[in-house]
């Protein structure tokens, strides 16, 4: 079946910090990948997709390349800050079965 | 740009009452989604509808949910009676139709509270 895994939280770093987020999925076909962020008290926003092998999806300077060989999707950011704190969902949708992976807590401290 | 509604947005509630939930998706789209957040966790897909029709409903508890989406347009959710155990956001999301897989969007949830 359909599933993702993705990094256990908590995640706390200091502004301007490199961050790394894992997420590993696995699934039969060609499934699009996704990242969605939950700031608090908030509905899931999406931050970016991939549809297929080697894209690379990109915002708000978060990035992720879809990597069908080691059937991955992490997400990273060069330079984290304050107001990156928030939840991180990895998610792929397979012939419309959507599946979220548990979610990872980031902190970015100034 | 064009959002997905929900209210309320929180609900407090005591169990064995009723509650509803209402979902307005972004217009033009077709799939409508509920979905179901344990604090902690990731969503989990309660209902997913097709225009008016239900196309998906394995994991919802129908003996105290049910869901309805009679125009192919808004959506209402409801529990009755509402447990403990079913303290949870609820969240709604919406895509267009033709492909299967597109992006969901999601509205901002309610989050319910039962005592």
């Known amino acids: 079946g359909n599933s993702v895994t993705q990094m256990e939280g908590p995640v706390t770093l200091s502004e301007e910090a490199f961050l790394t987020i894992n997420c590993t999925y696995t699934?039969?076909?060609?499934?699009?990948l996704f990242w969605y962020v939950q700031y608090p008290g908030e509905g899931l926003q999406l931050l970016l997709k991939?549809?297929?092998?080697?894209d690379k999806g990109s915002n708000k300077g978060f990035e992720a390349t879809y990597r069908k060989e080691t059937t991955s999707f992490h997400l990273e950011k060069g330079s984290v800050q304050v107001s990156d704190s928030a939840v991180y969902f990895c998610a792929l949708n397979n012939n419309n079965d959507m599946r979220f992976g548990a979610g990872t807590r980031l902190t970015v401290k100034p | 740009e064009a959002e997905v509604a929900q209210s309320p947005r929180y609900k407090i509630t005591e169990k064995s009452q009723a509650v509803a939930f209402w979902c307005d998706p972004i217009?033009?789209?077709?799939?409508l989604y509920w979905y179901r957040q344990i604090l902690g966790q990731g969503p989990e897909l309660l209902v997913q509808f097709q225009d008016e029709s239900v196309v998906d409903d394995s994991q919802l508890p129908k003996d105290r949910f049910s869901a309805e989406r009679l125009k192919g347009v808004d959506s209402t959710l409801k529990i009755q009676p509402a447990e403990l155990g079913d303290s949870a956001m609820y969240l709604c999301?919406?895509?267009?139709?033709?492909?299967?897989?597109?992006?969901?969007?999601f509205g901002p949830g309610t989050r319910l509270l039962v005592l």
């Open positions: 999301a919406s895509s267009p139709k033709d492909r299967e897989k597109e992006t969901q969007y």
């Open positions: 217009s033009g789209h077709a799939t």
């Open positions: 699934a039969t076909g060609y499934p699009s």
């Open positions: 991939a549809t297929k092998a080697d």
